[in-house]
């Protein structure tokens, strides 16, 4: 029996491979709308369409790591027991920028209420609902593989500079269902991939620090979260958010807590062990 030929350029055909299943899958998100079908299937049909990058990770997984287990790796991702210090400190890093956006926009708005949500209930399903789509779809593939795989070439910084340029474009379809046009858009852009690619600084950081995939998880879905529940103008909060997280990327990296971004550091701390069986 011969042996499976492994990928030359793994995480390239990785990203292609996302915006290819991607899409489609965002596409008919698109049309369930239009479409004015149920509330419940519109949620499905948009989580789902958030997993695409788990799905290509799945699909190309037995040629990146030929002869091992996908459940195996999977499990080996969420293995380590988190530290209580990097959970604190991720949870009051973005607590204060959440803080300060919404006193900048209660201290500017007119509306009555500063939560876009009205019921203790709405916030519960919108939590769980976030949880679903972006956090668990997303970081298996990103942050689990790419990053880490990215690490085994280039510092961790350089690696989730790349990722998260790559992953911010991948939200190239949604920048153009905001609304926004000309100037306004560019501005939205350009704010977005700054927020991007300064939470995945943040996420590279705390995430080698602790190598529990559930770190990510938390940072991303604690970023979609806030900004979520904010009742303010979107391109104000994507900005706001541009600003805090980037200076919080910026500190991050100057101090670069136990040489995790940049400088000597124990490859087994970085990635762990690839071939888990």
Known sequence: MSKEKKLKKPIVSFILLTNIIFWPLFCLVGVTKMLG????????VHCISS???TFAFAILFKKIYP???FIQFVKSKFKHKIKVSVLLSVSTIQALIFLTIMLIVLSKSEVDSIFTLSSWGMLLFYFFKTLLSGPFGEELGWRGFA????Q???SPLKASIIIGFWWGLWHLPIWFTTGFTGIDLMKYILFF???IMSTTILMAAFYNLN???IIPIIIHHNFNFFIGIINGNLSDLIMYNAI???IAAVLIIFINPKKVLYGKKEKSLLYGNPTVM
């Not at 990053?147 to 990215?150: A, D």
Request: aromatic letters at 14%.
């Open 37 to 44: 079908l149920s509330t419940w299937l519109f949620v499905v």
């Open 244 to 246: 805090l997280y980037g």
């Open 152 to 154: 085994k070439k280039h």
């Open 211 to 213: 190598q529990n995939l």
């Open 67 to 69: 002869g091992q287990s």
């Open 147 to 150: 990053l880490l795989e990215l």
């Open 193 to 195: 991939m700054i927020s």
């Open 51 to 53: 997993w695409a990058s």
